[in-house]
Nanobody, 130 residues
Framework: EVQLQASGGGLVQPGGSLRLSCAAS????????IGWFRQAPGKEREGVSC????????YYADSVKGRFTISSDNAKNTVYLQMNSLKPEDTAVYYC???????????????????????WGKGTQVTVSS
């Protein structure tokens, strides 16, 4: 059974840090790109970051460049999103998803899900507030 389990969300003050984890089961990270998405109340879903561990391709949205870092531990079949210098506008539910079509041709240009998402995980709430 394919599953994606996101965790690590919480309440943090502006300027603080959180690390989100996306644990995958039922498939290998070498076969899929994993993307992080977020959706704030009243806003459209935004592709935040994406990684394909097989070739090291990575994407970051402009809104998080320089603050967020995505990484992959294939041994643990887990993708991480290190979020630093958090801002109130980062408040959202964060989701991870698997995308078999995203590849190096989209690296740095388009988020995961550009051609569609194969699997979604449940979200984890991130709240940045003083």
């Amino acid at each position: 059974e394919v599953q994606l389990q996101a965790s690590g969300g919480g309440l943090v003050q502006p300027g603080g840090s959180l690390r989100l984890s996306c644990a995958a089961s039922g498939f290998s990270l070498e076969d899929y790109a994993i993307g992080w998405f977020r959706q704030a109340p009243g806003k459209e879903r935004e592709g935040v970051s994406c990684i394909r561990s097989g070739d090291g391709s990575i994407y970051y949205a402009d809104s998080v460049k320089g603050r967020f870092t995505i990484s992959s531990d294939n041994a643990k079949n887990t993708v991480y999103l290190q979020m630093n210098s958090l801002k109130p506008e980062d408040t959202a539910v964060y989701y991870c998803a698997a995308d078999s079509a995203w590849d190096s041709s989209l690296s740095g240009l388009r988020p995961c899900g550009y051609y569609g998402v194969n699997y979604w995980g449940k979200g984890t709430q991130v709240t940045v507030s003083s």
